[in-house]
C-alpha cells in the first residue's frame, strides 16, 4: 500500500473518527473483501464479473431458481445443489463469509457497486411517461441549479416551497419555479470540505417543517446542527450538535426565534454532519419528533446510542414549545423539570439508531416511523415504540465494513441480549442507502393512499411499500436510477416531488399523474 493511502488512513482516523475510516474502505474497491472471497470461490464456475461460463450460470441478468434475494442467495451459496452442478460452502466459509457474499452479489445485480455513490452521476430526467403497477405518471422539474449541499424541502399552503441548503442556507421557490433571497437570520453554518467526492462539514442546516397549525400560528421550525466555538475545546474542526429552533419569516427575516430542544455544551463534539440525523415529524396530539445521528468522532467504538445518558442515536420527542411530556418513557417522578443532562434523557422517545435519513408520522398506525442506513446492508425501516431499543451498535442485519457481525459489545464485555431489540418492519439488503420517505395521503394518486414512498441516495430510485397493518406485503421500484433522492414530500396539490441530489446542481422534480391513466 502507497504511503499517502497510510497517510489518509492516519488522517482520516484522527481527524474524522469510525467516518474517516469508513470513508477509506468504502472508496477503494481493493478494500472490499468481498472481491477477492468472490473470485476465490465463485469466479471458477460464475466468472470473475459474474457474467457466467460453461461451468456455471451468469449472476447477472438472469432469473435465479432459487431466488436472488440475501436470504435465498444466502441458502444457495451455503448448500449443495447437485441439479445445478454447484458446490456446498457451508464447510469452507463462515455464516458470516456466506452473508458477506450474497449481499456482495446481490449489490452487483441491483446495478450498484459498494464504491459508488452517485454524486457525480449526469442527471437526466426522463420525459416519457413512466409506468407503474397503480399509475402512470410524468417527471416535470420544477427547479434546478440549486446549492449540491441540499437536504430538505418542505410545501407552503399557497404552492410555495421552504428549502434548506446546507451551507447557503434557508429560502423559499414560488411554484412556478423561483428561488427567493436567503432569509435573514438564520442560524451560522459552518463549511464542508470535498475528500474524494464525499462532503465533510459541520453546522449545516438540515430539515425544515411547518407546524401542524401553520397557517394559524406561523411557526416554522428549523434542525440544524448548532456551531460551537468558545464553550468547546477543538482544535480540528468546529464542534456542533443538533439542535431545534423555531420561528417565523416576516419579510424575509427569520424571527420570533425561540429553541424547542438543545443538548448541554459537553454533548457538542467535533464531528461531521453527514450521521447528524435531522429530520423532524409531528404527530396529531402537539409532539414534535427529532432525529439524532451517531457520535462519529468517537469511531467504531461509539456505543453513544444505547447510553440514555447521551443524546446520540436517539429519536427525541418534546411538545411543540419543548417542554417535556409526561409520558415520554424516561420521565421518572412525573416531572417534567429537570437539569440539562436530565432533559436529555426526559426526551429520549426511542435508542439504538445510526444513520437517520427519514421521520414521518403515520397517520393510520397512529405512531412514528423512521428510515435509516445500516452499514454494509441492514437499511431498515422501523415503527417507533416509546421506549424501546433498535440495537444500534450492539446487533444490526447488515454488517459492518470490515465484513464482520455487528456486535460492538462484545469487545467492551457489555452484557446484552439481542431478543430485546425491536426488530425493523424491512431490512433493505443489500442496502441503496434509503433516504427520506412519505406515507401517501394525496389525493392525485389513489392506488398510493397510506404507501410508503422511499427514496435512495446509492440506489438512486424511488421505492413503493405496501403494508399491511406493519406487515411489508408489496415492493415496487417506481423509479429507477434517477439521481440520489435526498427528501420526499407531498404537495398540497396531492403530487410527490423529490428533492434530487447532485455535485452539478440540486433538482426538485415532481411526479404528475398521467392523462393516459394506470
Same mark, same amino acid.
Not at 478494500?31 to 464479473?49: F, I, R
Not at 449489490?107 to 455513490?117: N, P, Y
Not at 446510542?305 to 417535556?324: A, E, F, M, T
Given at each position: 500500500?502507497?504511503?499517502?493511502?497510510?497517510?489518509?488512513?492516519?488522517?482520516?482516523?484522527?481527524?474524522?473518527?469510525?467516518?474517516?475510516?469508513?470513508?477509506?474502505?468504502? /472508496?477503494?474497491?481493493?478494500?472490499?473483501?468481498?472481491?477477492?472471497?468472490?473470485?476465490?470461490?465463485?469466479?471458477?464456475?460464475?466468472?470473475?464479473?459474474?457474467?457466467?461460463?460453461?461451468?456455471?450460470?451468469?449472476?447477472?441478468?438472469?432469473?435465479?431458481?432459487?431466488?436472488?434475494?440475501?436470504?435465498?442467495?444466502?441458502?444457495?451459496?451455503?448448500?449443495?445443489?447437485?441439479?445445478?452442478?454447484?458446490?456446498?460452502?457451508?464447510?469452507?466459509?463462515?455464516?458470516?463469509?456466506?452473508? &458477506?457474499?450474497?449481499?456482495?452479489?446481490?449489490?452487483?445485480?441491483?446495478?450498484?457497486?459498494?464504491?459508488?455513490?452517485?454524486?457525480?452521476?449526469?442527471?437526466?430526467? #426522463?420525459?416519457?411517461?413512466?409506468?407503474?403497477?397503480?399509475?402512470?405518471?410524468?417527471?416535470?422539474?420544477?427547479?434546478?441549479?440549486?446549492?449540491?449541499?441540499?437536504?430538505?424541502?418542505?410545501?407552503?399552503?399557497?404552492?410555495?416551497?421552504?428549502?434548506?441548503?446546507?451551507?447557503?442556507?434557508?429560502?423559499?421557490?414560488?411554484?412556478?419555479?423561483?428561488?427567493?433571497?436567503?432569509?435573514?437570520?438564520?442560524?451560522?453554518?459552518?463549511?464542508?470540505?470535498?475528500?474524494?467526492?464525499?462532503?465533510?462539514?459541520?453546522?449545516?442546516?438540515?430539515?425544515?417543517?411547518?407546524?401542524?397549525?401553520?397557517?394559524?400560528?406561523?411557526?416554522?421550525?428549523?434542525?440544524?446542527?448548532?456551531?460551537?466555538?468558545?464553550?468547546?475545546?477543538?482544535?480540528?474542526?468546529?464542534?456542533?450538535?443538533?439542535?431545534?429552533?423555531?420561528?417565523?419569516?416576516?419579510?424575509?427575516?427569520?424571527?420570533?426565534?425561540?429553541?424547542?430542544?438543545?443538548?448541554?455544551?459537553?454533548?457538542?463534539?467535533?464531528?461531521?454532519?453527514?450521521?447528524?440525523?435531522?429530520?423532524?415529524?409531528?404527530?396529531?396530539? &402537539?409532539?414534535?419528533?427529532?432525529?439524532?445521528?451517531?457520535?462519529?468522532?468517537?469511531?467504531?467504538?461509539?456505543?453513544?446510542?444505547?447510553?440514555?445518558?447521551?443524546?446520540?442515536?436517539?429519536?427525541?420527542?418534546?411538545?411543540?414549545?419543548?417542554?417535556?411530556?409526561?409520558?415520554?418513557?424516561?420521565?421518572?417522578?412525573?416531572?417534567? /423539570?429537570?437539569?440539562?443532562?436530565?432533559?436529555?434523557?426526559?426526551?429520549?422517545?426511542?435508542?439504538?439508531?445510526?444513520?437517520?435519513?427519514?421521520?414521518?408520522?403515520?397517520?393510520?398506525?397512529?405512531?412514528?416511523?423512521?428510515?435509516?442506513? %445500516?452499514?454494509?446492508?441492514?437499511?431498515?425501516? /422501523?415503527?417507533?415504540?416509546?421506549?424501546?431499543?433498535? &440495537?444500534?451498535?450492539?446487533?444490526?442485519?447488515?454488517?459492518?465494513?470490515?465484513?464482520?457481525?455487528?456486535?460492538?459489545?462484545?469487545?467492551?464485555?457489555?452484557?446484552?441480549?439481542?431478543?430485546?431489540?425491536?426488530?425493523?418492519?424491512?431490512?433493505?439488503? #443489500?442496502?441503496?442507502?434509503?433516504?427520506?420517505?412519505?406515507?401517501?395521503?394525496?389525493?392525485?394518486?389513489?392506488?398510493?393512499?397510506?404507501?410508503?414512498?422511499?427514496?435512495?441516495?446509492?440506489?438512486?430510485?424511488?421505492?413503493?411499500?405496501?403494508?399491511?397493518?406493519?406487515?411489508?406485503?408489496?415492493?415496487?421500484?417506481?423509479?429507477?436510477?434517477?439521481?440520489?433522492?435526498?427528501?420526499?414530500?407531498?404537495?398540497?396539490?396531492?403530487?410527490?416531488?423529490?428533492?434530487?441530489?447532485?455535485?452539478? %446542481?440540486?433538482?426538485?422534480?415532481?411526479?404528475? #399523474?398521467?392523462?393516459?391513466?394506470?
Amino acid at each position: 500500500m502507497s504511503w499517502w493511502k497510510i497517510l489518509l488512513i492516519v488522517v482520516g482516523v484522527l481527524t474524522l473518527g469510525g467516518i474517516g475510516v469508513a470513508w477509506y474502505v468504502i /472508496n477503494h474497491a481493493e478494500l472490499d473483501m468481498y472481491t477477492p472471497l468472490y473470485v476465490d470461490n465463485c469466479g471458477q464456475c460464475h466468472g470473475d464479473g459474474l457474467q457466467g461460463t460453461e461451468n456455471g450460470v451468469a449472476l447477472l441478468g438472469t432469473k435465479l431458481h432459487r431466488g436472488d434475494d440475501v436470504r435465498a442467495l444466502q441458502h444457495s451459496i451455503k448448500n449443495a445443489h447437485p441439479n445445478f452442478g454447484r458446490p456446498a460452502f457451508a464447510q469452507e466459509l463462515s455464516d458470516t463469509q456466506i452473508k &458477506g457474499l450474497a449481499i456482495y452479489i446481490g449489490e452487483r445485480r441491483m446495478g450498484q457497486r459498494f464504491t459508488q455513490f452517485q454524486f457525480d452521476r449526469e442527471v437526466s430526467i #426522463p420525459s416519457a411517461v413512466q409506468s407503474s403497477e397503480e399509475h402512470n405518471f410524468e417527471i416535470e422539474t420544477v427547479i434546478e441549479g440549486l446549492d449540491p449541499l441540499i437536504f430538505s424541502i418542505e410545501p407552503l399552503p399557497d404552492g410555495s416551497w421552504l428549502v434548506t441548503e446546507k451551507e447557503r442556507g434557508l429560502s423559499i421557490v414560488s411554484s412556478d419555479g423561483v428561488q427567493s433571497a436567503l432569509i435573514e437570520g438564520t442560524p451560522e453554518m459552518g463549511g464542508s470540505v470535498d475528500i474524494m467526492g464525499i462532503q465533510y462539514g459541520s453546522g449545516w442546516l438540515l430539515d425544515v417543517a411547518i407546524h401542524p397549525d401553520y397557517e394559524t400560528n406561523g411557526w416554522i421550525y428549523l434542525h440544524y446542527t448548532d456551531l460551537c466555538a468558545e464553550q468547546c475545546d477543538s482544535s480540528i474542526m468546529s464542534a456542533s450538535m443538533n439542535r431545534l429552533d423555531r420561528g417565523r419569516i416576516v419579510n424575509g427575516q427569520w424571527v420570533d426565534v425561540q429553541t424547542i430542544w438543545q443538548a448541554p455544551w459537553e454533548f457538542y463534539v467535533a464531528t461531521p454532519d453527514t450521521g447528524a440525523g435531522g429530520r423532524i415529524a409531528f404527530d396529531e396530539s &402537539g409532539h414534535v419528533y427529532i432525529s439524532v445521528g451517531i457520535k462519529s468522532a468517537d469511531g467504531t467504538a461509539d456505543t453513544t446510542p444505547q447510553d440514555l445518558n447521551s443524546p446520540y442515536g436517539k429519536i427525541h420527542r418534546v411538545r411543540d414549545d419543548g417542554s417535556i411530556p409526561l409520558d415520554n418513557p424516561f420521565v421518572v417522578g412525573g416531572s417534567s /423539570n429537570s437539569s440539562e443532562i436530565d432533559f436529555v434523557r426526559k426526551s429520549i422517545w426511542t435508542y439504538g439508531h445510526r444513520s437517520q435519513q427519514g421521520l414521518e408520522w403515520h397517520p393510520t398506525r397512529k405512531r412514528v416511523w423512521n428510515s435509516e442506513m %445500516g452499514p454494509r446492508g441492514g437499511d431498515e425501516l /422501523n415503527e417507533l415504540l416509546p421506549g424501546r431499543n433498535y &440495537g444500534w451498535p450492539y446487533f444490526s442485519l447488515g454488517l459492518e465494513y470490515a465484513g464482520t457481525q455487528v456486535e460492538r459489545h462484545k469487545p467492551k464485555s457489555i452484557e446484552f441480549d439481542r431478543s430485546q431489540v425491536e426488530q425493523t418492519l424491512v431490512d433493505i439488503t #443489500p442496502s441503496p442507502a434509503i433516504s427520506s420517505f412519505v406515507v401517501y395521503s394525496g389525493s392525485r394518486f389513489a392506488g398510493w393512499q397510506e404507501n410508503v414512498l422511499i427514496g435512495s441516495l446509492k440506489g438512486s430510485s424511488l421505492f413503493r411499500m405496501v403494508f399491511d397493518g406493519a406487515v411489508l406485503v408489496h415492493r415496487e421500484t417506481l423509479i429507477k436510477d434517477l439521481a440520489r433522492i435526498r427528501d420526499v414530500e407531498v404537495g398540497f396539490d396531492g403530487l410527490v416531488y423529490l428533492l434530487l441530489e447532485n455535485k452539478a %446542481g440540486s433538482t426538485i422534480v415532481k411526479l404528475v #399523474p398521467s392523462e393516459g391513466g394506470a
